[in-house]
Structure formats: structure tokens, C-alpha cells
């Protein structure tokens, strides 16, 4: 990789290992099949069809890689729950809906090495018995769904796609499928609610985990993009050297996306817990603009809990206990879970002093209130009231009950809705004013009442 070239002015930090990312912003790189050919492509794919299916999944599972889409769930595990008896088609979906706010990295690999996904894809799809995937194309991408389909008939014309692949006698077929702009198709089961035509209303789990009831409630594994693409290069590798890379429990390589106030923002490709919070944000990304210091951090994409780059953690190390600062944070699944928040999707959103931390929580409860699909009661209901709230707070008419309502609220939808998106509007409110109650309450005043009764009424019966 060291002869690799980069672009002028993007050339990959230091600190970074570029395996995904490798041609990404390279050199002479473009997104043509004989480009990807000339540089390995699809070699891959021709061990791995040497294979046995169950070998494959074996090597993803003793990679250890965990799922890149947001919840970190071990993807060769994932694979081993679609049923063994199973009679009906297994279908593969790769989730290019990227979604969560502050991601910023399938669309990369989309545009500049779509083989990289497809090699991914086919090589999935013979593990698992699929002979027909998806690509489920978030609305906002049209160039990428173009530059997707084009890469797909180029990978046809070579036969790594269709009938008989390279004469292996495996038959697949990838269909790039274009959302309709709504940040719940995200989800995997409205994902999959949204392929079969319908309003993307997500599914109670149980029963209709994908793995064993998924689209046409066949078994269906949804993987996001960048955990695909890590399956090329756990085979090229084999799984003890992938899973050399990281940390234990939480191997590879991860897309951190870092947007907001450090100097210099942008996707840094690093091995999994190798490197501190503190060196992503000062060294990496060159720290705090000019004159201001770091305030907070969501870690994970905007569902994550923020952190404040004032506190420490005390945390279980084996039989004893650990305490680090914010700084000290490794980038990995278990150490920000153990902090309190979570890794998610990658996306670290960063926050300096000139913030005011009513504008985040009203920024994240717009979204929200936007987002929700509108199924259940507590989100659909809890995630306008949040918004109503902080509303109040940022135009400066909110009073100190104003903040306990809003947290009673964020509670009551917790853990009470049909899906994860329940909790990733909740929790960062939770979080926010657990951390800056103080802040929040500064900007409130017992004189301002001017709620009208009935809206007194109706925030009193939901949070109750
Ligand atoms: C509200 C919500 C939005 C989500 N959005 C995305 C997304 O845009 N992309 C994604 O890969 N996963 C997203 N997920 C996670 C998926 O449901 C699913 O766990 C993931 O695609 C599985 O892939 P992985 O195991 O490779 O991470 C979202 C989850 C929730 C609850
Ligand atoms: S939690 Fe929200 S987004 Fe999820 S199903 Fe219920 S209303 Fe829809």
C-alpha cells in the first residue's frame, strides 16, 4: 500500500490504515471495472468460490468483524441464524440508506469503488445461500444509484454476476432499489417493509428478525456497506490477521466521520480502539478552531449519548476498575458503550464552547420529530413534544418545569416503541439534560407561563 498514491491535499493521516478506504480519493483511481481489475479485483471472489459456503461464514465469525450500520452486532453471527432447515429463497440486502446524522462514508464507496461493495456482495451472498441481493439506495444519492448500476452490468458482462459465476455454478443477481428519502428506511425492518412497496412502518423483533423472517418473510440478512466490504478483505486476509487489526472484541479497521468544530473535519479510516478520542480530535482532525475549546461529543452518529469533554469515566477492566477522561476514550464498541454512549455508526460530531448546547438538543429534536415513521404512540406523540420543548427553550419562553417535563417525556418512549428509533430520539435528549441541566435551566424563567391550558394538559397526560 505504500506505493499508493494520493490526490494532492488528501492524502490519509498518519494515523490511519486504509483498507477499505484504500482507493478512495487515490490517484489515476477511477470507478471502472478494469481500474478495480488492474488492482486485484475480484480476486477475491475467485477464492472464495473455491470455498465452502460454511467455511466463509466460518471466517467472518472468527474475524470477530462486527456490523459498521450502528448496532455492532457480529456479522458471521448474524449469518449463522438463518434457519438451517430453511426452504425458501435467502435474499441479501446491503443497507445504503446512511442515514444517521453525522455519517458520512458508504457514499464514498459508492461513488469511488463500487466493485469493492459488489466483489463484497457476491462473496456474502455464496456464504449465505443468496442468489438475489439488494442494494437499498437512500433517495438523496441518484449519481451514486447511477455510478451503482453501471458497476453492476460491467460486473455481469464479466460474469461475477448472473448465471453460473466464473463457471463456479452459482447463480447471483444484485438490484440497486432507491428509497424514498426517510431516515426509518434506515432501519432494517423498514428497509425491508419499504422494498416489498409498502410504508416503511418498521417490524416488531420478535418475531420478524430479518435473519429468520425478512423480505417476503424469507430469511434476509441486511448488512450496511462498509461491513460488506470488509468480507473481501477478511478472505484475502484470512480471519486471525484481520483480526490482528483493533483491539479484542472489536477488530479491523472502522470509518470514523468527524464533522463539526475541530480544524480540520473528514473521514479517517483507523484500526478499531487503537486510537484515543483525544488523538482523533487533536491530532488527527488538529483539534479545536482557533480560540475555542472542545465542549462535547456524539460519539456515534446524532442516536448516540453525548458525552462532555470535561468528564471522566470509571470503568469495569476485568476484576478491577479503570477511570479515564473523555480524551482517553479508545475508539472501539465496548470502551464508548462502557462510557456511557455508543460507537454507532461512526459518526463523531463535535462540539466546542461557542455552542449552546439548547440549540443541539433542539437541532436533534427537530430531526427526530421530522423522522419518525409515526406507528407508535410514545414516538410519534413524544418526539413532537420533545421538539415542542426545547422550542420553547431556544426562543427563551420555557420555565424550569419546561425541562423536567421534557425529560419525563424522553422516558416514557424509551424502551416503549416498536423500534431502535424509540431510543435514538430519547436518548440524546436524556443525555443532554443529565449533563447540562444547569445550562438548560439558565436559559429558562419562572415568569414565562404562557402555555395554553390544553397544552398544559396534554404534556401533563404524557408524562405521566
Ligand atoms: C432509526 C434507525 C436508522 C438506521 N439507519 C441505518 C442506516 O442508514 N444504515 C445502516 O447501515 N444501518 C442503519 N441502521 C441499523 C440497521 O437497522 C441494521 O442494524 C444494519 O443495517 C445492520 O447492518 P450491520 O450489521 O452491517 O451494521 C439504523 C437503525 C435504526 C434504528
Ligand atoms: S419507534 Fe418511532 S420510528 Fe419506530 S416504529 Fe415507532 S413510531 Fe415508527
Known sequence: MSDIQYLPGKEPHPCEHRMIFKNIDRAGWD???????????????????????????NEVKASGLRGRGGAGFP???????IPPHNTKPVYLICNCDESEPGTFKDRYIVHQDPHQLIEGMIISCFAVGAHTAYIYMREEFPEAAIIMEKAIEEARAKNFLGKDVLGSGFDVEIYVHRGAGAYICGEETGLIESLEGKRPYPRIKPPYF??????????????NVESLCHVKHIIEMGSEAYAQLGVARN????????????????????????????ELLNDVCGGPKEGRTFKACIPGGSSAKILRCDESYTIAQGDSEQTLTFFDIPMDFDTIAACGSMAGSGGVIVMDDSRKISWVLNNLNSFYAHESCGQCTPCREGSMWMKKISDRIVDGHATPDDIQTLEDVAYQIDGRTVCAFGEASSWPVEAIISKFRDELTAETSEDNDDLSEEAKQQLQFISE
Open 75 to 81: 456479522t458471521g453471527v448474524k449469518w449463522g441464524f
Open 31 to 57: 470507478p471502472t471495472i478494469d481500474c478495480y481489475l488492474n488492482d486485484g479485483g475480484y480476486d477475491q471472489l475467485q477464492k472464495a468460490l473455491t470455498m465452502e459456503p460454511q467455511a466463509i461464514t
Open 251 to 278: 477488530t479491523g479497521t472502522r470509518i470514523l466521520c468527524v464533522s463539526g468544530d475541530v480544524k480540520n473535519p473528514g473521514y479517517y479510516e483507523v484500526e478499531v480502539g487503537k486510537i484515543t478520542m483525544g
Open 210 to 223: 430479518p435473519a429468520a423472517l425478512g423480505l417476503y418473510m424469507a430469511p434476509t440478512i441486511v448488512n
